[in-house]
């Protein structure tokens, strides 16, 4: 019988399989169950129904947070995707020292986000940072201190976001040109067509999936965006800079409060969904069993 195919493979698994559903799947649904209760510092089956959510959309931190993580979101998205295709073509032209780039460009990505968020608030720093020194050349009119302007608070976030993470999907939409066959741009030199209208009308439809990857990959990344914020700007100025991920942490150990933070985690796994599903049904739902 098939099933008993591979025995001990599949028995070697079991333990990982199991820690999977228990500790996974049973910590969600724990989360979302105690979401409807009152739970302060120690967790309890006190079920106030739809209280904690309630409490959460009226409460101004949290709009102000899902404000400033849509705004994150939106520019993060779109100027990693188009970063990362842009370095990852001019690498795709098999230039000199095509290695040493790539080494360069991908490092960022081997650093926590603390460490990012720190090299960031230095770099931003008005005092020794990009500013000062370009006051200190002779421009001394110069403003560029995005981390203490609640205004542009985010834009100062997304640079630092943008340094860390478009290195990778820089990689992986290499990955997906070299993947591509070389008769098609053989083809397309042939015929005359620019390399420009090669990527735009050729090459970017056939690394449908990898795009399909990398959104997933950044929009995952966006949800639980935490360390940065916390090692830039701490929330702030004021709650100007706050995200859902830190307002999560922000009730469960420092208001004491399990039961809101239950449930803005229950909000952000709601997100994640409408994230995945979408994916998961362009990926597999088109596919055909043989």
């Given amino acids: 019988m098939r099933i008993f195919r591979n025995l001990w493979s599949k028995i070697a698994l079991l333990p990982m399989i199991a820690t999977a559903v228990i500790i996974f799947f049973g910590g969600t649904i724990w989360t979302v169950v105690y979401s409807f209760t009152s739970s302060g510092l120690l967790p309890r089956r006190d079920w106030v129904g739809l209280a904690q959510y309630e409490r959460l959309w009226s409460t101004a931190k949290w709009i102000i947070s899902i404000q400033n993580l849509a705004l994150y979101g939106f520019f993060s998205l779109i100027f990693t995707l188009v970063i990362g295709f842009v370095l990852a073509a001019l690498l795709d032209r098999k230039i000199r020292f095509e290695d040493t780039f790539r080494t360069i460009f991908l490092y960022p990505f081997a650093l926590s986000f603390i460490v990012t968020g720190l090299v960031w608030q230095w770099i931003l720093n008005p005092e020794f940072g990009v500013q000062g020194v370009v006051r200190d050349l002779g421009w001394t009119s110069f403003t560029f201190n995005p981390l203490n302007d609640p205004d542009i608070v985010m834009f100062g976030l997304l640079i630092a976001?943008?340094?860390?993470?478009?290195?990778?999907?820089?990689?992986?939409?290499?990955?997906?040109?070299?993947?591509?066959?070389?008769?098609?741009?053989?083809?397309?030199?042939?015929?005359?067509?620019?390399a420009w209208?090669?990527?735009?009308?050729?090459?970017?439809?056939?690394?449908?999936?990898?795009?399909?990857?990398?959104?997933v990959l950044i929009a995952s990344g966006i949800i639980k965006l935490y360390d940065l914020v916390v090692a830039q700007t701490?929330?702030?100025?004021?709650?100007?800079?706050?995200?859902?991920?830190?307002?999560?942490?922000?009730?469960?150990?420092?208001?004491?409060?399990?039961?809101?933070?239950?449930?803005?985690?229950?909000?952000?796994?709601?997100?994640?969904?409408?994230?995945?599903?979408?994916w998961a049904l362009l990926e597999f739902g088109g596919r055909k069993r043989g």
Avoid: H
């Avoid at 307002?247 to 409408?274: K, R």
């Fill in 161 to 194: 976001g943008l340094w860390q993470g478009t290195g990778l999907i820089m990689c992986i939409m290499l990955a997906g040109m070299r993947g591509i066959d070389d008769d098609i741009w053989k083809a397309s030199r042939v015929d005359g067509i620019p």
């Fill in 197 to 215: 209208k090669t990527y735009v009308k050729i090459i970017i439809p056939m690394m449908r999936p990898v795009f399909v990857t990398s959104v």
């Fill in 234 to 278: 701490s929330g702030g100025p004021g709650i100007s800079s706050e995200v859902p991920a830190k307002y999560v942490m922000q009730a469960m150990f420092g208001g004491q409060n399990l039961g809101q933070g239950f449930a803005a985690s229950t909000m952000m796994l709601l997100s994640v969904v409408i994230i995945l599903v979408p």
